[in-house]
Nanobody, 124 residues
Framework: QMQLVESGGGLVQSGGSLRLSCVVS????????LAWFRQAPGEEREFVAA????????FYGDSVKGRFTISRDNIKNTVYLQMNRLKPEDTAVYYC?????????????????WGQGTQVTVSS
């Protein structure tokens, strides 16, 4: 059984920054691909960012490239999402997810473990 707990969400003005954290337990952290997704009310879940288990490969959704950065700390068993130059359209519940694979994917159904989400609200 694997557990993921997100934190760091909140209310921020447009142009501001937030850093989300996801603490992972119950698995071998370094063997999992970790990813961030987001979902706004009435919208489908959207891929945001992902990182390989080794941390040497990262991937980003087109809407966040150049603004968001994913990283992981294998000692603390934590994955981070640094969000800069936030826009109102970034408002959503952000979820971290884990996949026991060496292959990174942007497809939500291929991630087997999910956190409960943390709300990010960006005001204009």
């Amino acid at each position: 059984q694997m557990q993921l707990v997100e934190s760091g969400g909140g209310l921020v003005q447009s142009g501001g920054s937030l850093r989300l954290s996801c603490v992972v337990s119950g698995g071998t952290f370094s063997s999992y691909v970790l990813a961030w997704f987001r979902q706004a009310p009435g919208e489908e879940r959207e891929f945001v960012a992902a990182m390989s288990g080794s941390g040497d490969s990262t991937f980003y959704g087109d809407s966040v490239k150049g603004r968001f950065t994913i990283s992981r700390d294998n000692i603390k068993n934590t994955v981070y999402l640094q969000m800069n130059r936030l826009k109102p359209e970034d408002t959503a519940v952000y979820y971290c997810a884990a996949r026991r694979s060496r292959t990174v994917t942007i497809t939500p159904p291929l991630y087997g473990d999910w956190g409960q989400g943390t709300q990010v609200t960006v005001s204009s």
